[in-house]
């Protein structure tokens, strides 16, 4: 499996940004898609989370203003962020899940820099 991220970019505080994961390989093995963020001096955190059967979850700091969703079409995670403050400043990661005891992909970060 391979991930492909895209959409991250400078915005406003308020504003709102789209994060893409496009996934291609052994799309058959994922078992859930995740995004992770790490801000400097911080350790890598869980936002988001989507299984495959579509069961959503998200970190507290985000319930509310994030949503992932997910295109089976086209093989592709979102993460539609909304009211974006300074806090959510970070580079975000997604993540595949995968079954089989294989271990987990990760896509190359995006920056998000939350700024006015």
């Known amino acids: 499996v391979q991930l492909q991220a895209s959409g991250g970019g400078l915005v406003q505080p308020g504003g709102s940004l789209r994060l893409s994961c496009a996934a291609s390989?052994?799309?058959?093995?994922?078992?859930?898609m995740r995004w992770f963020r790490q801000a400097p001096g911080n350790e890598r955190e869980l936002v988001a989370a989507i299984t495959r059967d579509g069961v959503t979850n998200y970190a507290d700091s985000v319930k509310g203003r994030f949503t992932i969703s997910r295109d089976n079409a086209k093989n592709t995670v979102y993460l539609r962020m909304n009211s974006l403050e300074p806090e959510d400043t970070a580079v975000y990661y997604c993540?595949?899940?995968?079954?089989?005891?294989?271990?987990?992909?990760w896509g190359q970060g995006t920056q998000v820099t939350v700024s006015s």
């Open positions: 993540n595949a899940d995968r079954r089989y005891g294989l271990s987990g992909v």
């Open positions: 390989g052994s799309i058959f093995t994922i078992n859930a």
